[in-house]
């Protein structure tokens, strides 16, 4: 029996609002962001997936992929019909290729505009 249930995946970032546009454009879905004296947070309700969350990390440094000194600490896998097709999308959107010059895998990686590794994958 499980002691609980995945409420949201949150992703620290210089700019939330930002971050959850790219996704909401990446996934679907509105963003909504609050606002503190602390900085912003955002929730994106993906249609038909889990939510995602965004929120404001001063200081913010981004994993490096690979590195064994700066781990991804996370990743996301995105599961696509069409690598090509997907992979032009998010690169128009600010992500950059991280590993994703071999086309024979079923997987790419890349990072979001805040530096978060994400591989699309035709699994």
Same mark, same amino acid.
Request: aromatic share 8%; glycine share 10%; hydrophobic share 40%.
């Given at each position: 029996?499980?002691?609980?249930?995945?409420?949201?995946?949150?992703?620290?970032?210089?700019? #939330?609002?930002?971050?959850?546009?790219?996704?909401?454009?990446?996934?679907?879905?509105?963003?909504? %962001?609050?606002?503190?004296? +602390?900085?912003?947070? &955002?929730?994106?309700?993906?249609?038909?997936?889990? &939510?995602?969350?965004?929120?404001? =990390?001063?200081?913010?440094?981004?994993?490096?992929?690979?590195? #064994?000194?700066?781990?991804?600490?996370?990743?996301?896998?995105?599961?696509?019909?069409?690598? @090509?097709? &997907? +992979?032009?999308? %998010?690169? =128009?959107?600010?992500?950059?290729?991280?590993?994703?010059?071999?086309? +024979?895998?079923?997987?790419?990686?890349?990072? @979001?505009? &805040?530096?978060?590794?994400?591989?699309?994958?035709?699994?």
């Amino acid at each position: 029996m499980a002691l609980a249930k995945l409420g949201v995946v949150v992703l620290d970032c210089p700019d #939330p609002r930002a971050l959850a546009g790219f996704y909401a454009e990446v996934l679907g879905g509105t963003p909504t %962001v609050e606002t503190d004296g +602390e900085g912003e947070w &955002a929730d994106l309700k993906v249609p038909g997936g889990p &939510a995602l969350a965004f929120q404001t =990390a001063p200081g913010y440094v981004p994993p490096r992929w690979p590195s #064994p000194e700066h781990s991804q600490q996370f990743h996301l896998d995105l599961v696509v019909e069409d690598l @090509d097709t &997907a +992979e032009k999308g %998010v690169l =128009a959107l600010g992500a950059k290729a991280l590993d994703a010059d071999d086309r +024979e895998r079923t997987f790419r990686v890349y990072a @979001d505009p &805040a530096g978060h590794p994400f591989c699309l994958c035709a699994c």
